[in-house]
């Protein structure tokens, strides 16, 4: 069983950057697979980027180039760091973890969710 919090939403201007953090319980997380999701009112949530358990780091083209996604496995924490942040951007942010092994963007093989963090991004 994984818990996971997601953490260091908040409002912010167009351009600006913002860092969530995932923390998980459970002492298989160097195991998992960890991706980021998000959600906008009114639509499907959305892939954002992912890390294998490999440390191999996966992306939407949407957010490639402005997000980055890394993990401390010492400290069960994965990380989204997001820069030039766009009013397309605004959403609840999900982490999720699964023990699959190989990419996947797809929200129905990932078994553990966090609660969400919401980011809003004014323009």
């Known amino acids: 069983q994984i818990q996971l919090v997601e953490s260091g939403g908040g409002l912010v201007q167009a351009g600006d950057s913002l860092s969530l953090s995932c923390v998980a319980s459970?002492?298989?997380?160097?195991?998992?697979?960890v991706g980021w999701f998000r959600q906008a009112p009114g639509k499907e949530r959305e892939f954002v980027a992912s890390?294998?358990?490999?440390?191999?780091?996966y992306y939407a083209d949407s957010v490639k180039g402005r997000f980055t996604i890394s993990r401390d496995n010492d400290k069960n924490t994965v990380y989204l760091q997001m820069s030039g942040l766009k009013p397309d951007d605004t959403a609840t942010y999900y982490c999720?973890?699964?023990?699959?092994?190989?990419?996947?963007?797809?929200?129905?093989?990932?078994?553990?969710w966090g609660q969400g963090t919401q980011v809003t991004v004014s323009s």
């Open positions: 459970g002492r298989t997380f160097s195991s998992t697979s």
């Open positions: 999720a973890a699964t023990f699959r092994g190989r990419f996947t963007s797809s929200v129905s093989d990932f078994r553990y």
């Open positions: 890390i294998i358990w490999t440390g191999t780091t």
